[in-house]
């Protein structure tokens, strides 16, 4: 009895073990195409002053509803790494240290600060509060606008704090000209086409 009562903890235990062997290789599979996804639409730009327009907000959001906020956090974090290392995945295939250094720099940071809130929300409050198909759309853009504010106010303190040492101060009505409220519009549309978008790809990606 206890011969067999040991061979079936073996045998549970090595499932146990194959199956977060499975789920950690799930997982890098699924940050890495995560990141490339992150990388090709940031290249996807347009100049438009000191911030070029680009889709790489429209994919970060859609990863971060598709694959929830840890995949989604630690995917944007392997982008961000990547750039640093001096990998060209920003916008203009630009990388390196220089892009976080510059007055825009900002913004590329504020995406850390954006997905930990969107990732500490989605776990301590719309998961336990919300379920449903309606419910969870509601999540989707309540979270997705948050991330987008953080996502400005870092960028916007960013930016005028660089832009001053760099060149000389600037007021917070330029650099929300700048900045935002271009970007307002546009990002209103690629938030909404990512929520739809994640809501659709969510039901494909193992929990």
């Known amino acids: 009895m206890t011969k067999r009562f040991t061979m079936s903890e ?49 994919a970060i ?3 971060m509803l598709t694959c929830g906020g840890r995949r989604g956090t630690i995917a944007i974090l392997v982008y961000l790494a990547l750039g640093l290392c001096g990998v060209p995945v920003f916008a203009g ?33 719309f998961k336990r509060l919300m379920s449903g198909t309606v419910k969870t759309w509601i999540f989707g853009i309540l979270n997705s606008v948050l991330f987008e504010v953080v996502l400005y106010f870092i960028g916007v303190i960013w930016f005028m704090t660089v832009y001053a040492a760099q060149t000389g101060p600037v007021g917070l009505a330029t650099v929300m000209s700048w900045c935002v409220i271009p970007f307002i519009i546009p990002d209103v549309v ?12 969510r039901k494909l990606v193992r929990a």
């Not at 789920?23 to 940050?31: A, G, N, Q």
């Not at 913004?107 to 500490?120: D, N, P, R, S, T």
Request: proline content about 4%; aromatic content about 14%.
């Open 61 to 63: 959001l859609a990863v």
């Open 190 to 201: 690629k938030l909404i086409a990512a929520v739809v978008i994640g809501e659709r790809a």
């Open 93 to 125: 295939f630009k990388g390196g240290v220089a892009s976080f250094a510059g007055p825009t720099g900002g913004f590329l940071i504020g995406f850390i600060f954006a997905a930990l809130l969107y990732w500490f929300l989605e776990n301590m409050i």
């Open 10 to 58: 073996h045998s549970s235990k090595s499932k146990s073990k194959a199956t977060k062997n499975r789920s950690f290789i799930y997982d890098l599979v699924l940050i890495s195409i995560s990141a490339a996804l992150i990388t090709v639409c940031s290249w996807i730009s347009i100049p438009f002053g000191p911030v070029p327009f680009t889709l790489q907000t429209l």
